[in-house]
């Protein structure tokens, strides 16, 4: 997805009104800039990457209301309130938070062109993504032992269905910064582009997090009320 | 009077370029250039157009007389789901992204998409994704419940093997929807020349831009729906399976919540075609620009809210009856405001009848009786009488051939001149024109009657004393008509392309940047980078002073994209996964997970 | 804060915002505490407003996430659209498919099947065991009975009384011409719960038994039959002959 960033405009505020439609003109004669038209004045890949996670709401939603549509409808196993353990999903909710902290961060020094500290803080989220999964893989493989499988009852088709989907979106993330940390750390990234792909890294990092705050919510503390 | 002629003394860019351009069948397998890529659009859709043609014709052979057994049972069922499948997602929308790929850059005055590989790997995504769900003819049966896939005929007990073909194929086609909507939507957005605000992007592109909006939201939910059938199918889960508390009915929402977007997706650049094909045969501008664009876009906002009128048979309940009800009937105002929009453009016009006019023109009363059906759904009583009868099976066809598919070859007689430099030949055009409008209204307004005579959908036979013999023997005539068009049609292309008038820049004196370049136009498309000063760029350029397009003195430097191996195997590497996921080798899915991981990497190192 | 524009690799380096992250993050952590920790408060967790309030927590924080380390907030509103108008159909459409499940239809015959809704609205003791049962056992459900009774029945009663009781009497005695006798041992269509669930929901043809299904919903029905099945033998003064069969203790 980087190759957006080698086409967009660099020198542009994030402000885009009052940005002129002649701008494609005035731009494109320097030798080190070239002519491709930018309306907006935004660079592709972020407004890419919004209309993704536009795109993963309708995902995660579907997904979610598939949980809702059979709420309470099993017909036997497991039941959440009996194996749900909110001490653990707490521990790895917060962890989920606070990677979202050490991501603005990491995002917020790659726009000061502090490439180190970005990379300790990209590394910092990563790690934390990866705990994250590792408490998801325990809970599955005590639930599984409590008895819930996938073909179990409806609880256990549609929680696993879901909460593996967003583990694996996390997994994703996961790779994803794994991989920019590595190519920054080669020198392989363009220092004008690191901070727009960090950013843009960010940007689903962050909806990852959402999501599992929804999913916190709405599908396990709810559990817990009486 | 300015003419495009003055374009011809703009200096050719200066180009930057990573790697020399490839030659042969490597350029085709690594193109990143939108031009080359909507042409593999084009010649996938119409090749879908002619293998789902031919399903039609074998089954309407099988009905057009009573007590046939020529195809029986599940192989009917078989042809009926392929020939809906292979319609709408290998026939009609590789056209519309066809016209998508070709046109919407030239349109908006840019060199490429935002995404130029991401483009290429959802045309690749796309055609593994058609041709996986084909290979079910050699490696099972043909999945046979039905194009809308409800469950249980889908799940194991009921669906052959040939239904994992069909989720297999049905998600890579998905993903790659997804993906050219985000793609296009930023390319729509953001790549417009200079001048050009939203109220000045042409018709065809707004309604494209409209149209990439659904695709990208409205894709997710069958995906969704796709995982879980595919979860019970290959892992034993619940979803689907009654006697552990599942509600079929849980698909239904899901599949229409992406089903009727779809069908926006489906019709929108038809009425884009035709709104860009009235105005220049008619010489006037649209009537009521706005409204035409700003209907559009109303049409997909409220097409996510009106899936449950494809359920009211399945017992929602009065309260949801209603408010599907109310929904659709609202949707009905903003697809009349622009038949008005069309038929005001066509008042005291000039009108030059050509083939692409023709065609524009039936467009709107064939769509018209099509929409007036339709809005008859939107009623639950009247809907529980024509649930599932041939009166259904008349009115999409109603919208999908004589609106979509007839906009769409208005089209390809309006913008196959500007692809391959050649006209079309009129005569033959007219004949084609001629023949498939008869063959289709004798095809399908007798349908109308079949089914509100009672005869059902889906059957593969019926009794001789029915009383549906005529109008089914009327039907199989007009199908025989509509494949004879169609064939002089494609011969038309073939023989027009190499030996047809050439067609110049700007042939039907035109409206839109797309005609003042060369045709077939260049690599980079323009030589400058115009500056838009009006909703009609190019005829107010010729005809009204003070809006010429003025040629920069210098010349312009720009970057284009090169050629790429990535997004071609990274696309197969995806379909090695779901191979992989349907035959329950699951070392396949793992070689190609990691595949996709390497390629991905190597995708975002390689220079552009 | 003030909102600095920041150029994407321009020359001058925006201003940090490391300062206000960490702010967030800690706001960010209270309302998760808050949120976990007031389920554990017993004078609160059990009164009207605490899934509201988890729920209003959780769309802040929500919200925090998205306006500020997402930086849509001062962001340009191009983001804003592309990101906001599918987040509004998701949730429309989440909204959707949770009432459906509600109102949708389910098959009738085959048995009834107890789920975990069920359970929770108090009319099977939670020993009962799940799956597809036809026919219950009478001194299960006696002891359901009793249970459920301790809570009134809740809504099964509750339906009797709106809309059974026109035709079979508020005490279910039954009335002449409309609707038998629901408290002597006798039913005319059966007496198990799956029967009583199907007669309710499809009614009887050609007897003034409307089929109830179209206006009730799977849930209520449930809950009606449960108390229908509950007056049994309770045999109330002035009620019709015994009409149909005579079940079994």
């Not at chain 1, 909806?207 to 916190?216: K, L």
């Not at chain 2, 084909?134 to 419940?145: G, R, T």
């Not at chain 3, 959780?58 to 987040?87: C, I, N, Q, T």
């Not at chain 3, 339906?159 to 005490?171: E, L, Q, Y």
């Amino acid at each position: 997805m980087s190759e957006a960033v080698a086409i967009a405009h660099d020198g542009h505020s994030h402000d885009g009104h009052g940005h002129d439609a002649g701008h494609g003109h005035d731009a494109g004669h320097g030798h080190h800039q070239l002519t491709e038209n930018n309306f907006l004045g935004l660079p592709n890949i972020k407004l890419a990457m919004w209309a993704f996670l536009g795109s993963e709401c309708m995902f995660f939603g579907s997904l979610i209301g598939t949980y809702f549509f059979y709420r309470e409808m099993s017909l036997g196993g497991p039941m959440p309130e009996d194996i749900f353990d909110v001490n653990i999903t707490s521990i790895s909710t917060f962890l989920l938070l606070m990677s979202s902290v050490t991501m603005a961060l990491a995002v917020d020094n790659a726009r000061q062109r502090n490439f180190g500290k970005m990379r300790a803080f990209i590394l910092a989220t990563a790690a934390q993504g990866a705990a994250f999964v590792g408490f998801q893989i325990y809970e599955f493989s005590h639930f599984v032992a409590h008895g819930l499988k996938l073909s179990t009852s409806l609880f256990g088709s549609t929680f696993y269905t879901m909460t593996g989907f967003h583990g694996a979106h996390v997994s994703v993330g996961v790779i994803w910064l794994v991989m920019v940390a590595l190519l920054a750390t080669q020198g392989k990234l363009n220092k004008d582009k690191i901070a727009i792909n960090v950013e843009v890294m960010g940007l689903y990092w962050h909806f990852v997090d959402i999501v599992w705050i929804i999913i916190f919510t709405f599908v396990y503390l709810l559990e817990f009320t009486r | 009077m300015a003419s495009i002629a003055d374009f011809a003394g703009a200096q050719p860019p200066v180009y930057h370029q990573e790697r020399e351009s490839k030659y042969g069948l490597s350029d085709w397998l690594t193109t990143v250039d939108h031009k080359k890529i909507g042409i593999l659009y084009g010649i996938s859709g119409l090749a879908g157009l002619a293998v789902g043609g031919l399903e039609a014709l074998l089954f309407r052979i099988q009905l057009a007389q009573p007590d046939q057994h020529i195809f029986v049972g599940d192989q009917f069922n078989g042809l009926v789901t392929m020939h809906a499948t292979t319609m709408v997602f290998m026939a009609v929308m590789p056209l519309i992204a066809a016209i998508s790929n070709y046109f919407v850059p030239l349109m908006i005055g840019a060199r490429d998409v935002a995404f130029p590989r991401l483009n290429a790997f959802s045309y690749w995504t796309f055609l593994f994704g058609v041709l996986l769900m084909h290979s079910s003819l050699i490696f099972a049966e043909f999945p046979a419940a039905g194009w809308t896939g409800y469950a249980p005929l889908t799940t194991k007990p009921y669906g052959a093997g040939g239904i994992d073909f069909w989720w297999a194929g049905l998600a890579m086609l998905a993903i790659s929807s997804m993906i050219a909507g985000v793609n296009f939507v930023v390319t729509i957005l953001n790549m417009r020349a200079p001048g050009m605000t939203l109220m000045r992007v042409p018709v065809l592109a707004w309604m494209i831009l409209v149209v990439q909006f659904l695709l990208a939201f409205s894709f997710p939910p069958v995906t969704v729906g796709l995982i879980l059938l595919a979860f019970d199918r290959t892992f034993g889960s619940v979803f689907y399976e009654t006697s552990m508390g599942g509600d079929p009915h849980l698909w239904q929402h899901l599949f229409w919540l992406f089903g009727h977007p779809e069908v926006y997706v489906l019709i929108l650049p038809s009425m884009g075609i035709v709104s860009e094909v009235l105005p220049v045969f008619s010489r006037k501008p649209l009537f009521g620009h706005h409204a035409v664009i700003f209907s559009g876009i109303f049409i997909g906002f409220v097409g996510f809210g009106v899936w449950g009128h494809h359920m009211f048979t399945s017992g929602m309940g009065p309260i949801a009856d209603a408010a599907f009800a109310v929904t659709t009937a609202i949707i009905a105002v903003p697809t009349g405001v622009k038949i008005f929009n069309w038929l005001g453009t066509l008042v005291h016009a000039k009108m030059r009848l050509t083939t692409a006019m023709l065609f524009a023109v039936t467009f709107i009363p064939q769509f018209t009786i099509g929409g007036l059906s339709g809005v008859m759904h939107a009623s639950p009583p009247l809907d529980l009488q024509q649930h599932d009868s041939y009166f259904v099976v008349a009115h999409f066809h109603y919208v999908l051939v004589g609106g979509a598919l007839t906009g769409l070859f208005a089209g390809a007689y309006f913008y196959l001149p500007k692809i391959t430099g050649r006209l079309l030949d009129e005569t033959l055009g007219k004949i084609h024109f001629w023949m498939f409008i008869i063959g289709f209204n004798l095809t399908f307004f007798p349908m109308h009657l079949l089914g509100n005579n009672g005869m059902p959908r889906r059957i593969f036979t019926y009794p001789a004393d029915a009383g549906w013999n005529t109008e089914n023997m009327i039907g199989t005539i007009g199908v025989v008509f509509q494949v004879v068009s169609v064939l002089i049609f494609f011969y038309n292309m073939m023989v027009s392309s190499k030996k047809g008038a050439v067609a110049g820049s700007d042939p039907w004196d035109a409206n839109t940047l797309e005609w003042m370049i060369p045709s077939p136009p260049p690599v980079h498309n323009f030589d400058f980078t115009p500056v838009v000063l009006s909703e009609r760029p190019l005829w107010d350029h010729k005809y009204t002073p003070g809006f010429e397009i003025t040629v920069p003195a210098q010349r312009e430097e720009i970057h284009m994209p090169s050629y790429s191996w990535r997004p071609i195997i990274v696309s197969g590497f995806v379909l090695l996964v779901l191979i992989g996921l349907l035959s329950h080798i699951w070392a396949l899915s793992v070689v190609g997970g990691v595949g996709i991981v390497v390629g991905v990497y190597f995708w975002v190192s390689e220079p552009v | 804060m003030s909102h600095p524009t920041h150029a994407d690799g321009g020359h001058d380096l925006p201003h940090s915002h490391q300062k206000h992250y960490l702010i967030v993050a800690a706001v960010l952590t209270v309302v998760t505490a808050v949120e976990i920790g007031i389920l554990f408060l017993p004078a609160v967790n059990g009164t009207w407003w605490v899934v509201p309030f988890i729920g209003v927590l959780a769309v802040f924080k929500f919200g925090l996430v998205v306006g500020e380390f997402m930086h849509l907030r001062p962001d340009h509103g191009v983001y804003k659209f592309l990101f906001m108008s599918p987040m509004f159909l998701a949730l429309f459409s989440f909204i959707a498919l949770s009432a459906l499940a509600v109102v949708t239809y389910q098959p009738f015959g085959g048995g009834y099947a107890i789920t975990q809704r069920d359970r929770k609205a108090g009319f099977v003791p939670p020993s009962a065991g799940g799956g597809f049962e036809v026919a219950w056992p009478e001194d299960k459900l006696k002891a359901a009975f009793a249970e459920a009774e301790k809570g009134g029945f809740a809504k099964g009663k509750a339906t009797f009384a709106s809309t059974c009781a026109n035709c079979h009497r508020g005490d279910g005695g039954g009335m002449p011409a409309l609707g038998p006798n629901m408290t002597d041992d006798c039913f005319k269509h059966g007496g198990s719960l799956a029967e009583l669930y199907t007669t309710i929901g499809k009614g009887v043809q050609g007897t003034a038994m409307p089929a109830w299904s179209t206006s009730m919903s799977p849930d209520a029905i449930r809950q009606a039959a449960f108390f229908v099945r509950s007056l049994k033998g309770k045999n109330v003064a002035g009620g019709l002959e015994c009409v149909g069969t005579k079940v079994a203790d």
